[in-house]
Antibody, heavy 122, light 106 residues
Framework: QVQLQESGPGLVKPSETLSLTCSVS??????????WNWVRQHPEKGLEWLGI???????WYTPSLKSRLRISVDTTKNQFSLILTSVTAADTAVYYC??????????????WGQGTLVTVAS | EIILTQSPTTLSASPGDSATLFCKAS??????LAWYQQIPGQAPRLLIY???TRAASIPARFSGSGSGTEFALTIAGLQSEDFAIYYC?????????FGQGTTVEI
């Protein structure tokens, strides 16, 4: 059974860089048929998809964050990471790492990490 | 960017009732739509993908329908654990987006 676990600082200062890592167990980040994503949720708000990492290593980001966001992979550790630069209070949210399964009848985010709260404050 | 608009914002119901939630896309997304359930304090859970296919281990009381721009999630015979927030999400193109959510409350 796949498990995802986010790790990283819970507090980041404005204008600094947020770095989060997602450790994956029970599945390989190289596996065909799965993509790896970051999704965030502002306090008491809805879900926002941030970006995706494909098995090939290519990525796609939501346009509003494209200039500040990078997603990378470390296949030796079976981890993928999020880097968000120049953070502001608007980046305060719970960040989830998420696996997307590609299935015969469609796609879906079938496995989620527990989420990690990141607060941007001085 | 495709906008997903969910209705109603809040649905009040009783255990045993049936509930239907709606999701409307700003442009056609064929059947490239998923539904998620989120209990406050927990991560979301995949319920439906491909507009109408139940994900693994999802009870049969959850059903999805629709195509194009109009979609629905029906919960037949609400159980106490079904009172939660429900989100639709499209994967038709980039960026993927979520609806704003519907809260099903007692």
């Amino acid at each position: 059974q796949v498990q995802l676990q986010e790790s990283g600082p819970g507090l980041v200062k404005p204008s600094e860089t947020l770095s989060l890592t997602c450790s994956v167990s029970g599945a390989s980040v190289n596996s065909i048929g799965f993509n790896w994503n970051w999704v965030r949720q502002h306090p008491e708000k809805g879900l926002e998809w941030l970006g995706i990492l494909f098995p090939s290593g290519s990525t796609w980001y939501t346009p509003s964050l494209k200039s500040r966001l990078r997603i990378s992979v470390d296949t030796t550790k079976n981890q993928f990471s999020l880097i968000l630069t120049s953070v502001t209070a608007a980046d305060t949210a719970v960040y989830y790492c998420v696996r997307e399964a590609i299935m015969p009848r469609g796609r879906g985010f079938d496995s989620w990490g527990q989420g990690t709260l990141v607060t941007v404050a001085s | 960017e495709i906008i997903l608009t969910q209705s109603p914002t809040t649905l009040s119901a009783s255990p045993g009732d049936s509930a239907t939630l709606f999701c409307k896309a700003s442009q056609t997304i064929t059947i490239n739509l998923a539904w998620y359930q989120q209990i406050p304090g927990q991560a979301p859970r995949l319920l439906i993908y491909g507009a109408s296919t139940r994900a693994a281990s999802i009870p049969a009381r959850f059903s999805g329908s629709g195509s194009g721009t109009e979609f629905a999630l029906t919960i037949a015979g609400l159980q106490s654990e079904d009172f939660a927030i429900y989100y639709c999400q499209h994967y038709n193109d980039w960026p993927m987006t979520f609806g704003q959510g519907t809260t099903v409350e007692i």
